[in-house]
């Protein structure tokens, strides 16, 4: 179930009953003023017959001092008289405000409170001794008749008030005490049940969606564990150590590579800080290595070891190791760690040594040979004029072969020469004026380009200098230039194109050598292979080695080698774009690898 | 009695000339040409008795030449004369002779008289340095 559903399931739970409480709550209320309202009528009812009982005995008394006062004439006689006085015109206010919307009593009232009044007034007489009303039967008639009268009113009053009364309570409370108790109670118990049935059926809902989610929840939790059960045996089975870290740079998870070659226990490694465990160097300088989970955290990307790091293990063995570090990533996209992957590269690196000292090696035998032939035929001229000297006589004649003798000997000192100050090596990066470089190796290719009656183009558009190793530049030249009067063939073309190279944004500035040849050009998906060891298109003839090599010595002077068809009218075969920086990157940490 | 006519075919021309004088002191008459196809045209034309040939020429290279002249004429002894040690074996084998160059002249011309001498056989030359 979902989680919006679960909570409109909860809010009807409360939300409902509450209403329905509400409701009832109206109605007790609406039953409790009526009963309130029915209590409050008849207790005015109470006050009102009250009121005529004390206005009528009031008035007696004050009939009945007056009549004392008469007939003795003594004033104490009229204590009850004066007394009753105030009271009963209170009385009178009082019963008018209370019979108030009661027409009928209203004007019995009025009917009374005139009889009094006149009453009164033949009563304030007979006090001021008014002699026509002392002691007058007929006047004491009329008196008599009149306070009959006031008696039968507010007996009149009275009698009515109970009637209405007793209606009032017959009209109001037997209806309440019956039928709006059995309503309430009716009206109670449906609320209750509506109430129970519908938080039932709702939460009969919430459980079973809760049986559900609890189910799902196993489900994912299974599958969460046979999910990471999987991934722990694959990454314990391959052939990489990994290393997993929390974002403190803290070990997390190591598998049996990762632990053969650190040297240490998976478990004893779980939670130390990477520098620890993974305690790698520079090979050759021997300075720490930069902490990866840094870098990681710095670049927020895949990052790859730098060339020449050693781990060095626990236990002080050293491996010459090629890795990676990468960010863990959670479902937000919030790096939560980083993993390490790396590998034992100390024997690759071996055989790679070994495989461009064979290289170096074929390169010298090469070179060996070009010499020899260089050499070999200034000495047949000489040795054939050495021959001739011994049997010539005619001193012009001996002259003219001594002289040749000389211009041969001299050549071969200057091919010597050419050839020594070609292959000196340098032990650290020097200037090397590139074009200087290039007529060097041209100079030992000559005679093989003139052979094959190659036709060459050279732009040399600016002096160029680069820093570097002039005996690797030259073994990556050679290679290249080889390659193209082998592609060009007989007749073909090559035009070698030296310019520098402004600075762009992922390099800084250099220099640019550009060999394009009119031969077949490179055959799709050639162009990455042929940078691979053992890769050759020149089947037996080639080694396979060398654009491997080029390729190294280019990029250890922090340049690149790139080859791409010309696809131009006159260079339709390949073209080899070799860039050097201005400032090299080889150096200090390394000397260069002398061409034998 | 005519002297044995001998062709020397290199590119590198002082070399040729000194040779060519080496040759004629020894008392042969001697033919140069410059490249392959000169040569040829030579030995296609001429009485040539025996050939001294470069290997390393621009266009066409001795083994190349050397295998012409053999469908041309089989019998007329070659000698392959170049700089470079350990020539390829299809081309050493078509040839009479291997021979490096600073050997030195001795080494050629008593090579040469050998092949003249096999293949005069009978034959009455003028041959040799007398």
């Known amino acids: 179930m979902k989680q919006r559903e679960f909570r409109r399931i909860l809010r009807q739970a409360v939300y409902v009953p509450i209403l329905l409480l509400l409701l009832l709550a109206v109605f007790f209320i609406a039953q409790l003023r009526r009963f309130s309202n029915a209590v409050n009528d008849l207790h005015r009812a109470d006050l009102i017959t009250n009121s005529i009982i004390d206005l009528q005995k009031l008035i007696l008394d004050q009939e009945t001092g007056m009549r004392g006062y008469e007939l003795t004439g003594d004033p104490a006689m009229l204590a009850p008289y004066t007394a009753g006085m105030q009271p009963i015109q209170q009385n009178f206010a009082d019963l008018g405000s209370l019979l108030s919307g009661n027409s009928a009593q209203e004007q019995r009232l009025t009917t009374l409170s005139q009889r009094y009044q006149l009453w009164l007034s033949r009563a304030r007489r007979i006090v001021a001794n008014d002699k026509t009303l002392i002691n007058n039967p007929e006047a004491d008639e009329e008196n008599k008749i009149l306070m009959d009268n006031i008696r039968s009113d507010a007996h009149q009053m009275l009698v009515t008030q109970e009637k209405q009364r007793e209606e009032q309570f017959l009209r109001e409370t037997p209806y309440v005490t019956k039928a709006d108790l059995l309503t309430t109670l009716l009206a109670a118990f449906i609320i209750g049940l509506i109430v129970a049935i519908f938080t039932r059926q709702r939460l009969r809902t919430v459980s079973r969606s809760y049986d559900a989610t609890l189910a799902e929840v196993e489900q994912h939790t299974r599958e969460a564990h046979e999910s990471r059960q999987r991934f722990k045996t694959t990454l314990e089975s391959i052939g990489d150590g990994v290393i997993a870290c929390d974002m403190r740079g803290r070990v997390q998870f190591m598998n049996a590579i990762a632990a053969s070659l650190t040297g240490w226990a998976a478990e004893d490694a779980t939670g130390r800080p990477l520098t620890e465990v993974f305690h790698i160097i520079h090979e050759e300088t021997r300075e720490p290595a930069e902490n990866p989970v840094k870098v990681v955290q710095r670049l927020k990307k895949v990052v790859g070891l730098a060339n020449h790091t050693a781990l060095v293990s626990r236990d002080g063995r050293e491996y010459v190791i090629d890795d990676s570090a990468a960010p863990i990533l959670g479902p937000d996209g919030k790096m939560t760690g980083i993993v390490l992957v790396f590998h034992d590269v100390t024997e690759q690196r071996r055989t790679e040594a070994a495989l461009i000292a064979g290289e170096k090696l074929a390169v010298a035998g090469r070179l060996a040979a070009s010499i020899a032939h260089e050499i070999h035929n200034p000495l047949d001229s000489v040795s054939n004029l050495l021959f001739l000297l011994k049997e010539e006589k005619d001193p012009a004649r001996r002259d003219e072969y001594l002289t040749m003798a000389e211009q041969e000997l001299a050549r071969t000192m200057q091919i010597s020469r050419t050839m020594l100050s070609l292959y000196r090596e340098s032990k650290a990066p020097v200037t090397v004026d590139l074009k200087d470089l290039i007529e060097g190796v041209m100079l030992l290719l000559e005679r093989r380009i003139a052979m094959q009656q190659i036709d060459m183009a050279y732009e040399f558009v600016e002096p160029c200098t680069v820093e570097g190793f002039p005996a690797e530049i030259r073994q990556v030249v050679t290679n290249v230039l080889v390659n193209a009067i082998e592609a060009a063939g007989m007749k073909g073309r090559i035009r070698i194109r030296l310019r520098s190279a402004p600075a762009e944004e992922f390099r800084g500035a250099g220099a640019m050598i550009e060999v394009a040849d009119s031969g077949p050009g490179i055959q799709n998906g050639d162009a990455h292979r042929l940078f691979r060891p053992f890769f050759t298109t020149k089947g037996e003839k080639g080694t396979g080695l060398g654009l491997w090599v080029s390729m190294g010595i280019v990029q250890k002077h922090g340049g690149s080698i790139r080859l791409s068809n010309c696809g131009e009218a006159q260079y339709t075969g390949a073209c080899a774009s070799i860039y050097l920086p201005s400032k090299t990157l080889a150096g200090l940490d390394h000397p260069a690898s002398p061409v034998a | ?130």
């Open chain 2, 1 to 130: 009695m005519s002297k044995p006519f001998i062709l020397c075919v290199d590119d590198e021309e002082l070399g040729l000339q000194i040779r060519r004088a080496v040759l004629e002191r020894a008392g042969y008459s001697v033919r140069t040409a410059l490249n392959g196809p000169e040569g040829l045209d030579a030995f296609s034309s001429e009485p040539i008795d025996l050939v001294v040939l470069d290997y390393s020429m621009p266009g066409m290279h001795g083994g190349d030449v050397a295998l012409e002249m053999r469908r041309l004429r089989p019998t007329v002894p070659i000698i392959l004369l170049s700089a470079y040690v350990n020539l390829p074996t299809e081309v050493t084998r078509i040839v009479d002779c291997s021979m490096l160059k600073g050997d030195g002249p001795e080494l050629l011309l008593s090579k040469i008289q050998e092949f003249l001498s096999e293949r005069a056989g009978g034959m009455s030359h003028g041959g040799g340095r007398e």
